[in-house]
C-alpha cells in the first residue's frame, strides 16, 4: 500500500473526507495542488492540506511546504497544512509521522 493510500484510509478512520488533489500530468510526472498538496481533507469546519511521503523523505516534504510561496495564503484561507510520511520499523509494522507546519515553521511532530 502506497503512502497516499495509507493517509486516505488513516484520515476515513479520523471521520475525514479526503480528496486526493494530486494530478498525473504525463505519465511519469505528478502536479500536486499548490505544488505542494496531495490530499485536502474535511471535517466539519476544518480543511486539513497534506504533503505525503515515505518516511526518508519527510525532511524534504517539510522544506519543501515550508519553502512554498502558498504557505501563507493556505493558512490565511484557515487551511491546517501537515506534511505525512510511512516506514517500516523493525518488526515490519508501519509507523506515521505528522509534522504541522505553522508560519512556515514545524510546528509540531507526531510520531504514531
Known amino acids: ?13 479520523m471521520g475525514y473526507i479526503p480528496w486526493v488533489v494530486e494530478r498525473l500530468i504525463t505519465r511519469f510526472i505528478k502536479r500536486d495542488l499548490f505544488n505542494v498538496i496531495d490530499i485536502l481533507a474535511l471535517k466539519g469546519t476544518e480543511t486539513l492540506a497534506i504533503q505525503v511521503t515515505a518516511g526518508s523523505g519527510h525532511a524534504n516534504r517539510c522544506k519543501k511546504v515550508k519553502d512554498s510561496e502558498y504557505l501563507q495564503l493556505m493558512q490565511e484561507a484557515g487551511w491546517v497544512v501537515q506534511v505525512w510520511s510511512y516506514r517500516k520499523n523493525a518488526a515490519g509494522r508501519y509507523i506515521q509521522r505528522i509534522t504541522q507546519i505553522d508560519g512556515g515553521k514545524e510546528k509540531i511532530s507526531i510520531p504514531s
Request: glycine share 0%.
Open 1 to 13: 500500500m502506497s503512502p497516499s493510500a495509507r493517509a486516505l484510509k488513516d484520515l476515513r478512520e
